[in-house]
């Protein structure tokens, strides 16, 4: 069992500690913790499937391996989901997120000997103002190249499906097939290792061809 820990009087904004012994499964008794509604007043009955609403920043520590579960049981076809959301009013009153707002942040963080940095990052993105019926947005990944600290974009998932490789190379199984200029890199193959319906560059012929249905090696030129 998981013990809370806090002062008589509770606050919206106030710390609560959850202290617990190593190696041991835990659950949290939220029966001394107070709900606060929407509104900003006091839930006083509390009953397993109400909410329990965290604002501003939740913290876990560890010296040692963690992990973190998230279960839902139930006999339908849903499971537990996290959502990251952002809006440009306040909390009582949201207002519509505008087109270039982030959505929501995945960090990948690690200590560099000074203090804890992103190494990468998923953004969650806006593309549109928005509204009802219009919500368009972008998924955008970035990571750190070798012997530096800044965060680029690598791989952007565009608002309508486009993929746009950022940096680096379209690789398959290792393999280059698009370079970052966006020329293409046909794999090299001898004619008898390569599969009927390809195009590849032959070391056998020392040319680009295809290899049609029927093993006939074409040259492109």
């Given at each position: 069992?998981?013990?809370?820990?806090?002062?008589?009087?509770?606050?919206?904004?106030q710390k609560v500690f959850a202290v617990a012994d190593w190696n041991?499964?835990?659950?949290v008794d939220v029966s001394?913790?107070?709900?606060?509604?929407?509104?900003?007043?006091?839930?006083?009955?509390?009953?397993?499937?109400?909410e329990l609403e965290l604002q501003n920043n939740l913290k876990i520590w560890k010296?040692?391996?963690?992990?973190?579960?998230?279960?839902?049981?139930?006999?339908?076809?849903?499971?537990?989901?996290?959502?990251?959301?952002?809006?440009r009013g306040t909390h009582a009153i949201?207002?519509?997120?505008?087109?270039?707002?982030?959505?929501?942040?995945?960090?990948?963080?690690g200590y560099n000997s000074a203090n804890y940095r992103s190494g990468t990052r998923i953004i969650f993105k806006a593309t549109e103002n928005f509204a009802v019926g219009s919500c368009g947005a972008k998924i955008k990944f970035q990571t750190t190249p070798?012997?530096?600290?800044?965060?680029?974009d690598t791989l952007i998932l565009e608002e309508n499906g486009d993929l746009n490789i950022?940096?680096?190379?379209?690789?398959?199984?290792s393999v280059q097939i698009i370079d970052n200029n966006a020329f293409v890199r046909p794999v090299t193959s001898t004619d008898a290792g390569a599969p009927n319906n390809s195009i590849y560059y032959s070391s056998t012929a020392s040319k680009l061809v295809y290899k049609n249905a029927g093993g006939v090696v074409n040259n492109l030129y």
């Open positions: 069992m998981v013990t809370i820990k806090h002062s008589t009087t509770k606050t919206p904004g041991a499964n835990h659950s001394d913790i107070d709900f606060w509604s929407r509104t900003g007043t006091t839930l006083t009955t509390k009953t397993p499937g109400d010296n040692s391996y963690i992990e973190n579960y998230t279960t839902r049981h139930s006999n339908d076809t849903f499971s537990v989901g996290w959502n990251l959301r952002k809006s949201p207002l519509p997120v505008l087109n270039g707002d982030i959505l929501g942040t995945l960090y990948g963080q070798n012997g530096t600290y800044e965060e680029v950022s940096r680096g190379d379209l690789l398959m199984n």
